[in-house]
């Protein structure tokens, strides 16, 4: 069973950064694409970032240029690092891996339990 625990969420004052981590677990031997999802109350869970094994990128307008994405294929580990952060980047943030290749065979679309992040004003 694949498995992706974030960590690095808290409170940071608009302005401020913040660096989330993604780990998958379970016997994998490759993750196709990984990305980083949030959900704000009341709303829809929206595309954040995300990036292929190859290391192509892909952002929501609303990030581009404060947040970076990467990921460190060895370790299975996709990470977010969050700069100049606003009140309106509050949300959980979501962990997905996605077309992950295991022991065991092919999976899709993995989450993790999601990491609160809130930016005061």
């Known amino acids: 069973q694949v498995q992706l625990v974030e960590s690095g969420g808290g409170l940071v004052q608009a302005g401020g950064s913040l660096r989330l981590s993604c780990a998958a677990s379970?016997?994998?031997?490759?993750?196709?694409?990984m990305g980083w999802y949030r959900q704000a109350p009341g709303k829809q869970r929206e595309l954040v970032a995300a990036?292929?094994?190859?290391?192509?990128?892909n952002y929501a307008d609303s990030v581009k240029g404060r947040f970076i994405i990467s990921r460190d294929n060895v370790k299975n580990t996709v990470y977010l690092q969050m700069n100049s952060l606003k009140p309106e980047d509050t949300a959980v943030y979501y962990c997905?891996?996605?077309?992950?290749?295991?022991?065991w065979g092919t999976g899709y679309n993995y989450w993790g339990q999601g990491t609160q992040v809130t930016v005061s004003s």
């Open positions: 997905n891996a996605d077309r992950v290749i295991t022991g």
């Open positions: 379970g016997s994998i031997f490759s993750i196709n694409g």
């Open positions: 990036i292929t094994s190859g290391g192509s990128t």
